[in-house]
């Protein structure tokens, strides 16, 4: 895959080689054993130069415009002298072949900025997987001299719970009209949200979209914020005109000011569940990987479906085998 | 604990046999390694006793009235013939010293019936913990030949879920007024109901209950409904004066004629999800136990704190140290 060592590359991405840095995630995506070694070493090198970018997390359903927010969004912080990240995390994309930022094409402008790097999300069977791998992606950026990362995410299950426990702030697009557009927006993610960013308010939806602002901030009052430092913002504006994007940015560095050091202590505790998570998904894997486990596992789930095994009981037989190898 | 064996206690308790089902229950509940042994040889052999009952989850945020409801309700449907069971999932009982449950004199004409069994919240530090004893005391109540099992909840953190998870049926009980009242209500609860139930519908409060009912019937449209054969209905009561209460036993007669095979298909899910769930806790609980884990646990943690080491390779040096024991 890579002719250089892991210290190499680290050493060459720091340098802010963008090849360096598509063959780390490349690293870092790799199933194969001698990878993941390698990705480990690359990484515990890298830590003491991430930490110090910007973390975003963006959702919003389909069509609401996220491509079109990123891409100026970005194209005005890099005009501030900011290196932007544009990550994805889409469970989906391993099903639907191709990520939702696989198309660079969706993002023209933004892909061919020097002071850019666009990665579409990983593929993987599992949401653990996928996350994984983003979070990792996000260090290696990180250590790589973007300072500002945004993590883009579909509506699908979990995934934007997953992006707001690896981002600082979390940014929900929604569409004029509220009411029927909430359509598939779980309202337990209206709770992540730091900033309600109400896009498309140009043309005749302008007056809509300023009356959507004021339906969500008074829906917001009746969710409990996540910091008692900050209280969720709701903004209107037209990605497509470029009309108040600017204005995202200055609530991101309030954001950034009001919530001071409670940000390291989220990451801290981010990276506490991280750990556990990971762990759990890894033993996981590993008893599913074992061969008397494999053996038993198809019973033991027929047993537990028809009622004749409780769940306990199987879960008990499955970790002795597992132990017992 | 008690001189039966579990094949013994086993059969008194399908004999309907009060005292058996306690022993049972503080059998299962027991965290000494000879008691668990028991309690999974009890549990197996009661399995095909199982199935048989109206699996009932209720949330509902303090003071909303719920063991109003709880007593009203459990009176009725046993008017009706019916034996019905209450239990609970209340993780913060061991800090309250106390489950919500606890007080039986909440029920006083309740806990007094012949064919009423209302069993506390079990203690436990983790919900994980506290949710499997739940689910197995369940089981434990079928096979003692109670028809309709009531699973309460105060909205803690994930309870609601977890309770959604080991029930047919999830009804939210709300207070009239709505808005403000949402206060400490997570909106993804909202989700989770299939019947919302808008109490203290009496006095000057009949007419707000009413606005209420509209309000959350119109909300309800915007969430996706958890079957494509049941949409989640929204009706008011007074449980105090015992109006309506009749209504919510015909609403989860109708919830179960129209989701027919599908209950079953859904407790086949849970069960499999329990089987996962159960083996991950009980392998990191293990792992956590495991001595040489021990002495690197904090240092593990305190480097990924601070940044040092990436958390998946932290994760993967836990393994290590756990599997080369």
Same mark, same amino acid.
């Given at each position: 895959?890579?002719?250089?060592?892991?210290e190499q590359?680290?050493e060459?991405l720091?340098?802010g080689?963008r090849?360096a840095l598509?063959q780390a995630?490349t690293l870092?995506?790799?199933t194969r054993?001698?990878h993941?070694v390698k990705?480990?070493?690359?990484?515990?090198? #890298?830590?003491?130069s991430t930490?110090n970018s910007?973390?975003?997390?963006? @959702?919003? /359903?389909p069509?609401?415009g996220k491509? !079109?927010f990123?891409?100026a969004?970005?194209?005005h912080?890099t005009q501030?002298?900011?290196?932007?990240?544009?990550?994805?995390?889409?469970p989906?994309?391993?099903l639907?072949g191709g990520?939702?930022?696989g198309?660079?094409t969706?993002?023209?402008?933004?892909s061919?900025?020097?002071n850019?790097?666009i990665r579409p999300s990983p593929?993987?069977?599992?949401?653990?997987?996928?996350?994984?791998r983003t979070?990792?992606?996000?260090?290696l950026?990180?250590a790589?001299?973007?300072d500002?990362v945004?993590?883009?995410t579909?509506?699908v299950?979990?995934?934007?719970?997953a992006?707001?426990e690896m981002?600082?702030m979390f940014?929900l697009l929604?569409?004029?009209?509220?009411g029927d557009?909430?359509?598939?927006i779980?309202r337990?993610i209206?709770? #992540?949200?730091?900033?309600?960013?109400?896009?498309?308010?140009?043309g005749? @939806?302008? /007056?809509?979209?300023?009356?959507t602002? !004021?339906?969500?901030?008074?829906?917001?009052?009746?969710l409990h914020?996540?910091?008692?430092n900050?209280?969720?913002r709701?903004?209107a504006?037209s990605?497509l005109?470029?009309q108040?994007?600017?204005?995202?940015?200055?609530?991101v560095n309030?954001?950034?000011a009001?919530?001071?050091?409670?940000?390291q202590h989220?990451?801290?505790?981010?990276?506490?569940n991280?750990?556990w998570a990971?762990?759990?998904d890894?033993l996981?894997?590993d008893?599913?990987g074992?061969a008397?486990?494999r053996k038993r596992?198809?019973?033991?789930?027929?047993?537990v479906?028809e009622?004749k095994?409780?769940?306990?009981?199987?879960?008990?037989?499955l970790?002795n085998h597992?132990k017992?190898?």
């Amino acid at each position: 895959m890579t002719r250089y060592s892991p210290e190499q590359l680290a050493e060459r991405l720091r340098d802010g080689d963008r090849r360096a840095l598509a063959q780390a995630i490349t690293l870092i995506e790799s199933t194969r054993p001698e990878h993941r070694v390698k990705a480990a070493q690359l990484l515990e090198s #890298l830590m003491p130069s991430t930490g110090n970018s910007v973390r975003l997390g963006i @959702s919003g /359903v389909p069509g609401v415009g996220k491509s !079109t927010f990123i891409e100026a969004f970005g194209n005005h912080i890099t005009q501030q002298g900011h290196r932007v990240a544009v990550l994805a995390v889409d469970p989906t994309s391993a099903l639907s072949g191709g990520s939702i930022l696989g198309d660079k094409t969706r993002m023209e402008t933004l892909s061919r900025n020097p002071n850019a790097f666009i990665r579409p999300s990983p593929a993987g069977k599992t949401l653990g997987g996928v996350t994984r791998r983003t979070r990792e992606t996000l260090l290696l950026c990180e250590a790589g001299g973007f300072d500002v990362v945004l993590v883009e995410t579909v509506g699908v299950g979990q995934s934007e719970t997953a992006v707001a426990e690896m981002t600082d702030m979390f940014l929900l697009l929604l569409l004029p009209g509220g009411g029927d557009e909430l359509q598939g927006i779980k309202r337990g993610i209206m709770e #992540l949200a730091d900033l309600i960013l109400v896009n498309k308010a140009d043309g005749d @939806s302008k /007056v809509i979209a300023e009356r959507t602002v !004021t339906d969500y901030t008074m829906a917001l009052h009746f969710l409990h914020s996540r910091s008692k430092n900050w209280q969720p913002r709701v903004q209107a504006l037209s990605a497509l005109n470029n009309q108040g994007v600017a204005d995202v940015w200055e609530t991101v560095n309030d954001f950034q000011a009001k919530l001071g050091d409670e940000i390291q202590h989220r990451r801290s505790a981010q990276a506490v569940n991280w750990l556990w998570a990971e762990t759990a998904d890894r033993l996981l894997d590993d008893l599913k990987g074992d061969a008397s486990v494999r053996k038993r596992v198809a019973g033991l789930e027929r047993d537990v479906t028809e009622g004749k095994l409780p769940p306990t009981v199987a879960a008990e037989q499955l970790i002795n085998h597992y132990k017992s190898r």
